[in-house]
């Protein structure tokens, strides 16, 4: 990438500026770009969410969280904070320095492209807005299937082994937050955290991927079936939602 000699008007632009339909399209893309930079969940542990930790918060806690880091990254840039100083001065819950300068840069291309040169070292942005392709899938490319076997136990307690499985259809990985319930005879449980006391109800599955889980679930009841679902909002495809178009886009 050429760096500029002078400023943003001498000559082409270096840098195009992604352009959305929407600011809830845009912010869904840099989410999916910034999840990718640590593995699961230690990229997240600093963020105190979207983690198995005992107290991890919903995956929208991450999404609120990281956008907001964004803009104040851009207001310290603005403000001429030098890129090495501005973890701390917005006190970015990523510790890696990697994880802080990808993110830094991410935050100023999607929040703030006139300010590209304080991140870059001189290579300048101008506002040349790109087609994209807001190709982030929905919730329904997760595909949910339940099964229970036979059960066991006495008059009083019962048993009942069960399976679930949620295959990810999308050319993404998907960090999703999952919940259950259970019906019997006469008894329908409300939505609750996913599995026993010891599941993560946050889970990774990769692109064409399948999780798989099994456990046992007992009780005074005869149950009946069980329903395992992604609670509303609380997903994030990994990678989606920026991907560059053909050119300029055709109102510029």
């Not at 918060?57 to 904070?81: N, P, Y």
């Not at 929905?138 to 299937?145: F, H, I, Y």
């Not at 099964?147 to 082994?161: A, F, N, Y």
Request: include cysteine; charge should be negative; glycine fraction near 8%.
């Amino acid at each position: 990438m050429p760096k500029s000699s002078a400023s943003p008007t001498d000559g082409p632009p270096y840098v195009s500026v992604p352009q959305f339909t929407s600011t809830t399209a845009r912010d869904t893309a840099f989410v999916g770009d910034v999840a990718q930079f640590s593995t699961w969940p230690s990229g997240t542990v600093s963020y105190g969410v979207m983690s198995s930790l005992p107290g991890g918060s919903d995956v929208s806690d991450f999404r609120t969280a990281v956008i907001e880091d964004a803009k104040a990254v851009c207001g310290a840039l603005a403000g001429d904070t030098d890129m090495n100083d501005v973890p701390d001065t917005v006190g970015l819950a990523l510790t890696d320095p990697i994880d802080q300068a990808g993110f830094i840069v991410e935050a100023a291309t999607f929040y703030c492209p006139d300010q590209m040169a304080a991140v870059t070292d001189g290579v300048y942005s101008k506002p040349v807005p790109t087609k994209q392709r807001e190709d982030c899938p929905a919730a329904t490319a997760l595909e949910v299937t339940t099964s229970l076997g036979d059960e066991s136990g006495d008059d009083v307690i019962r048993t009942v082994p069960y399976s679930v499985e949620i295959h990810n259809t999308s050319s993404y990985a998907v960090r999703a937050q999952l919940e259950q319930r259970w019906f019997a005879d006469g008894y329908e449980d409300e939505w609750e955290p996913f599995g026993d006391v010891t599941a993560d109800p946050v889970v990774t599955i990769e692109a064409g991927d399948t999780f798989t889980y099994e456990e046992e679930q007992s009780g005074i009841y005869h149950w009946k079936r069980t329903e395992v679902r992604i609670q509303p909002g609380q997903f994030a495809f990994l990678g989606c939602g920026y991907q560059p178009g053909p050119g300029p886009a055709a109102n510029e």
